[in-house]
């Protein structure tokens, strides 16, 4: 069964000390992985896609990485603001065009 | 630049009442869209979703319908409200690969 699993659940970090969020996915064709930022009360905020093994992508002070079987967000130096829930999704290889989500890693950064 | 819109932002309905929550989209052509569930601390549930006019294909059996009128617009019903219904409505599109959310319908039914 395709999954998308995330780690952990939530994590509690100092300002300025950095860390990585796990998401481990098995899918029938990988097409690609995404990884949104949700603040509550609002709609997810797209941040990056992914879509092959070896490839990384950054913003500011977050950088995204793919492998076969896994994503890492790495956050360096992180900064209170960047509190919030990460989610992580795959979109499938077959013909249909849903999207796979994790349930997220809530991060909160302490002043 | 494409712009996702929902309304309302928030309701609060009694149970057994009617709802319509409405989504619609600008700056895109015959983009795919998607209405998902959150509760809370829970994770995104897809609910429908639609390919083009008219199109919809439904993820779980529930008291909510969904339609397409128009190419960029998307509507979420349902005739009779339960209280397994309050949740955190978001609405999304994709053409392509990403999919982008709008901001959320809080829906509270008592």
């Known amino acids: 069964e395709d999954q998308v699993t995330q780690s952990p659940e939530a994590l509690r970090l100092q300002?300025?000390?950095s860390s990585s969020l796990n998401c481990s996915y098995t899918v029938?064709?990988?097409r690609g992985l995404f990884w949104y930022r949700q603040d509550p009360g609002k709609g997810p905020e797209f941040l990056f896609t992914l879509y092959s093994a070896g490839e990384e992508k950054e913003k500011e002070r977050l950088k995204a990485t793919l492998t076969k079987k896994e994503s890492f967000l790495h956050i360096t130096a992180p900064k209170?603001?960047?509190?919030?829930t990460y989610l992580c999704a795959v979109s499938r290889g077959n013909r249909d065009d849903k999207i796979i989500f994790g349930k997220g890693t809530r991060l909160h950064i302490l002043p | 630049s494409q712009t996702i819109h929902q309304w309302p932002a928030t309701?609060?309905?009694p149970v057994g009442s009617p709802l319509s929550l409405e989504c619609t989209v600008e700056g895109t052509s015959n983009p795919n869209l998607y209405w998902y569930r959150q509760a809370a601390g829970r994770g995104l549930q897809l609910l429908f979703y639609s390919v083009?006019?008219?199109q919809i294909s439904s993820e779980v059996p529930q008291n909510l319908s969904a339609s397409r009128p128009q190419d960029r617009q998307f509507i979420l019903s349902s005739k009779k409200l339960l209280l397994s219904d309050s949740g955190f409505y978001l609405c999304a599109w994709r053409t392509g690969g990403t999919q982008y959310f709008g901001p959320g319908t809080r829906?509270?039914?008592l």
């Open chain 2, 107 to 109: 829906l509270l039914v």
């Open chain 1, 15 to 17: 300002e300025g000390e």
């Open chain 2, 52 to 54: 083009g006019i008219g």
């Open chain 2, 11 to 13: 309701l609060v309905q």
């Open chain 1, 80 to 84: 209170p603001e960047d509190s919030a």
């Open chain 1, 28 to 30: 029938s064709g990988l």
